[in-house]
């Protein structure tokens, strides 16, 4: 039981603005910046958001990231066929000192 | 090109011990952070362990806390997590992972730790 709540699954027509919620509280998300994973089965995770909203060189702006309190969000627009994957926020904890995972979110493009 | 190289994993049985090495290259390595990152069968991915670019700081997830070692050799741009009392929830790909926090993310390719008798 991650201590960052995602919702199991999200899916979306090709084109459609899909959003993925991260839930957390004071000492995570509510304190310290949250990180967002794209993740392919067989491939190494990829770091699609830093700092709650910015953007790593090379993603492309369809991806964007907020964060509000002990809550944050991913924005997928102009989903595509290859944005069906695995999502994954993350915050350091401040009381537990350790990086954790939310369970993860997949993304299913109809 | 930055590289991240993990090796030795395989097959363990449930007490027995593993050491994972991680080779660095094209970065300076004693400037960064490090981290272990694993993903079990069928799981999501799960934080393992962080050392600082100077070895002063270290963390571990509760689930390791106590078995694991992380280390580095800033001379040998080698990270390195020894594992020992391993257990079958150990079963996992492992990953080596650069200081993500600046905003550049460099990962290893994973190796995968198997505990079974």
């Known amino acids: 039981q991650s201590v960052l709540t995602q919702p199991p699954s999200v899916s979306g027509a090709p084109g459609q603005r899909v959003t993925i919620s991260c839930s957390g509280s004071?000492?995570?998300?509510?304190?310290?910046?949250v990180y967002w994973y794209q993740h392919l089965p067989g491939t190494a995770p990829k770091l699609l958001i830093y700092?709650?909203?910015q953007r790593p060189s090379g993603v492309p702006d369809r991806f964007s990231g907020s964060k509000s309190g002990t809550s944050a969000s991913l924005a997928i627009s102009g989903l595509r066929s290859e944005d069906e994957a695995d999502y994954y926020c993350?915050?350091?904890?401040?009381?537990?000192?350790?990086?954790?995972f939310g369970a993860g979110t997949k993304v299913t493009v109809l | 090109e930055v590289q991240l190289v993990e090796s030795g994993g395989g097959l363990a049985k449930p007490g027995g011990s593993l050491r994972l090495s991680c080779a660095a290259s094209?970065?300076?390595?004693?400037?960064?952070?490090m981290n272990w990152v694993r993903q079990a069968p069928g799981k999501g991915l799960e934080w393992v362990s962080f050392?600082?670019?100077?070895?002063?700081?270290?963390a571990y997830a509760d689930s390791v806390k106590g078995r694991f070692t992380i280390s580095r050799d800033n001379a040998k741009n080698s990270l390195l997590l020894q594992m020992n009392s391993l257990r079958d929830e150990d079963t996992a790909v492992y990953y080596c992972?650069?200081?993500?926090?600046?905003?550049?993310?460099?990962w290893g390719q994973g190796t995968l730790v198997t505990v079974s008798s």
């Open positions: 992972a650069r200081d993500w926090t600046t905003g550049e993310d460099y």
């Open positions: 094209g970065f300076t390595f004693s400037s960064y952070g």
């Open positions: 050392i600082s670019s100077s070895t002063t700081y270290t």
């Open positions: 004071s000492p995570n998300i509510g304190s310290n910046n």
């Open positions: 700092r709650n909203n």
């Open positions: 993350a915050a350091w904890d401040d009381s537990l000192s350790v990086h954790v």
